[in-house]
């Protein structure tokens, strides 16, 4: 929904509104990889890095209090 509130937003990414809001605002220019990932999967994105053919999706798992990143290999 691009009309999401940044309360909204942020909780179901599991982030700070105040994140959300910076980032909104231009206050914060930039943005941790880990929460560029959630943002854009709430927005019903996927993060994903390719060189030439080879595409390499991103996703971050939440596992306790620890957050990893995996790397999924995908072809084109």
């Known amino acids: 929904d691009d009309h999401q509130s940044v309360r909204s937003l942020a909780k179901e990414a599991n982030i700070s509104p105040s994140i959300i809001q910076d980032l909104r605002s231009g206050k914060q220019p930039d943005v941790k990889v880990s ?4 943002i854009a999967k ?7 890095l390719q060189k ?3 595409r390499l ?3 971050d798992e939440i596992i306790g209090v620890k957050h990893n990143l995996r790397v999924v290999s995908a072809s084109c």
Do not use: F, K, M, P
């Not at 929460?35 to 959630?38: E, V």
């Not at 709430?42 to 994903?48: I, S």
């Open 35 to 38: 929460s560029l990932i959630r």
């Open 42 to 48: 709430v927005l019903g994105y996927e993060v994903v």
């Open 57 to 59: 999706a991103l996703h």
């Open 52 to 54: 030439g053919n080879e």
